[in-house]
């Protein structure tokens, strides 16, 4: 046998061995929350661990739970509180890893409209993606944390895209998402300040998510996915502007934005990926995972609480 046909015999033989995973979104692909997936999957990091990763889009963190409780899918994306909120509806999910040691939601409001703070809130009109969105939940902890409830205030469920523009035409006063959203803002010449949830209010970061039944029966493929993922993870922190040039070139939506693309990145490395202290990059911390479920059920949010180990797990974490 040639060279370059034993070569290509250990490529197919390779391709043959790949397992298959398929992984959902919570929201569109291609937006800079998910960064560390489409790098994992560009540079090889997934190839490399012996996975086929294909990608599909689902309708919100509760929809990915349910379709990956169903077996729909073998692994998807929400947030930390994600399992918090399903688990007591019978969906057995649990996060296996947690990327950043710190909330994904970013509170932020428009200089031109005196407030100064998160307890200036009151009276004014915030935008949320929904009311079913992770960072709806994060707000109201965070209007708690001042003694604020959603009455308090007017939460509007706007979408993504009405998060930037009702922002620029003035029609809301502060918004409650991710930095995809504060960036944008900013790129379309508002000036805000901001603060992150998390020193409001113990939110998490974005979660990968499984079922039990995968946990159980495919531990070694989530190990190496989440093992993946983090790698990508560590990359972005590293060097955002290197990952916002990669991220651009392989996703169209941002072709010719990566510098838009590297300051989402940038505030991804410093607001949301360090590890909390005590808790290397990826695991959950269950004393923070319970507040976040005591602050549920006390605002009815969930009618009942889980064993909080139930949640999530560390296992799979190097």
Do not use: C
């Not at 509806?89 to 909330?103: E, K, M, P, Q, T």
């Not at 995809?180 to 803002?185: P, Q, R, Y």
């Not at 693309?261 to 269950?286: M, N, Q, S, W």
């Amino acid at each position: 046998m040639t060279a370059a046909a034993a070569a290509f015999a250990l490529g197919a033989m390779s391709a043959q061995a790949a397992e298959n995973v398929t992984y959902l979104f919570p929201a569109p692909d291609f937006l800079p929350a998910f960064a560390p997936l489409q790098l994992a999957k560009s540079k090889g990091y997934f190839e490399e661990a012996g996975l086929d990763v294909t990608f599909r889009i689902g309708k919100g963190g509760a929809d990915v739970a349910t379709q990956v409780a169903a077996g729909n899918a073998d692994l998807g994306g929400a947030i930390g509180d994600t399992p918090i909120i399903v688990r007591p509806n019978g969906l057995d999910v649990r996060g296996v890893a947690l990327l950043g040691g710190h909330g994904l939601t970013q509170l932020a409001w428009r200089t031109d409209t005196g407030i100064t703070g998160p307890a200036d809130l009151e009276g004014k009109t915030v935008g949320v993606i929904s009311y079913q969105a992770s960072t709806y939940y994060a707000l109201r902890g965070a209007l708690a944390s001042e003694g604020l409830d959603e009455n308090d205030v007017s939460i509007q469920s706007v979408g993504a895209g009405g998060l930037i523009q009702l922002m620029a035409a003035g029609r809301l006063d502060a918004i409650a998402d991710s930095p995809d959203a504060t960036v944008g803002v900013q790129e379309a010449g508002i000036e805000i300040d901001q603060v992150p949830v998390d020193t409001l209010f113990p939110s998490m970061a974005q979660a990968i998510i499984a079922s039990g039944e995968t946990i159980a029966e495919r531990p070694e493929m989530i190990r190496a996915f989440v093992a993946a993922v983090l790698r990508a993870v560590e990359d972005i922190s590293a060097d955002p502007a290197a990952a916002a040039q990669e991220f651009a070139a392989v996703v169209p939506q941002y072709q010719d934005r990566e510098d838009e693309v590297r300051k989402i990145l940038e505030d991804y490395a410093t607001l949301v990926y360090p590890p909390a202290e005590g808790h290397p990059l990826g695991t959950f911390d269950p004393a923070r995972m319970k507040a976040v479920q005591d602050f549920y059920l006390e605002a009815g949010i969930v009618q009942s609480a889980v064993p909080v180990e139930d949640l999530y797990t560390n296992e799979f974490v190097q």
